[in-house]
């Protein structure tokens, strides 16, 4: 299974633009998964990210009870779009995909489409 995680994860490297990739605990914030794009580990400012946006998910589940539909969080910068899919959730469980995009390489809309599309079939269902 972990090869095919990897290999779903680098699919995502290949949208133009995506830098890094992460599969996140929702609960705990931790990288479960990652992949960037030059191969090497993954930053420490990313992993912090990450467990930020883990925590931010959880708020936003929690304030509109049952799970709220959340299915994505985009923050933004002038240059990168930092954006999270809410893959499950279930009872304060779940996990978020999450990703580092340059956003001169890239449209906004069409990589979040283009993630959405990839997104269900990433832990293999």
Same mark, same amino acid.
């Given at each position: 299974?972990?090869?095919?995680?990897?290999?779903?994860? +680098?699919?995502? !490297?290949?949208?133009?633009?995506?830098?890094?990739?992460?599969?996140?605990?929702? *609960?705990?914030?931790?990288?479960?998964?990652?992949?960037?794009?030059?191969?090497?580990?993954?930053?420490?400012?990313?992993?912090?990210?990450?467990?930020?946006?883990?925590?931010?998910?959880?708020?936003?589940?929690?304030?509109?009870?049952?799970?709220? +539909?959340?299915?994505?969080?985009?923050?933004?910068?002038?240059?990168?779009?930092? !954006?999270?899919?809410?893959?499950?959730?279930?009872?304060?469980?779940? /996990?978020?995909?999450?990703?580092?995009?340059?956003?001169?390489?890239? +449209?906004?809309?069409?990589?979040?489409?283009?993630?959405?599309?990839?997104?269900? *079939?990433? /832990? *293999?269902?």
């Amino acid at each position: 299974m972990v090869s095919a995680l990897s290999e779903s994860l +680098n699919q995502v !490297l290949d949208i133009a633009g995506v830098r890094a990739v992460a599969l996140i605990d929702l *609960g705990s914030g931790m990288v479960v998964a990652s992949a960037d794009e030059d191969g090497a580990s993954f930053r420490t400012d990313f992993s912090a990210a990450a467990a930020s946006i883990a925590y931010a998910a959880r708020s936003a589940i929690q304030a509109h009870g049952r799970g709220g +539909n959340l299915e994505e969080i985009a923050l933004t910068t002038a240059s990168r779009l930092r !954006l999270a899919k809410v893959l499950e959730y279930s009872r304060g469980e779940g /996990l978020l995909l999450y990703l580092d995009v340059d956003l001169a390489q890239t +449209n906004m809309a069409m990589a979040s489409w283009q993630i959405g599309q990839l997104a269900p *079939g990433l /832990l *293999g269902g």
